[in-house]
């Protein structure tokens, strides 16, 4: 997961995320979903990436900030339920 901060309010348009994306595909990284603030300066993004490294040059090369990275694990009250715990990567 990346948390971003940027210094104006994030307004995507079709045309940068399909450039994201085509950068992320060069870098093996893909983009599930983002979570963005009520007041659009930060972003807190969930990813697929082969590792922190890979999120870092994906987002150098977008352009984007990158300023936590996290790794984490999945976790539900489903799986808990199901005991299926906690697993691993995203």
């Avoid at 994306?21 to 990813?47: I, K, P």
């Avoid at 352009?63 to 799986?79: K, N």
């Amino acid at each position: 997961m990346i948390e971003r901060r940027y210094a104006e309010q994030m307004n995507p348009t079709l045309e940068g995320v399909d450039a994201i994306e085509a950068v992320n595909a060069d870098e093996g990284v893909r983009w599930l979903f983002s979570f963005l603030t009520a007041d659009r300066l930060q972003t807190y993004c969930l990813y697929e990436a082969p590792s922190p490294d890979a999120l870092r040059v994906a987002a150098r090369r977008a352009g984007l900030p990158a300023d936590l990275i996290v790794e984490v694990g999945r976790i539900s009250p489903e799986a808990i339920r199901a005991g299926a715990g906690i697993g691993l990567g995203a």
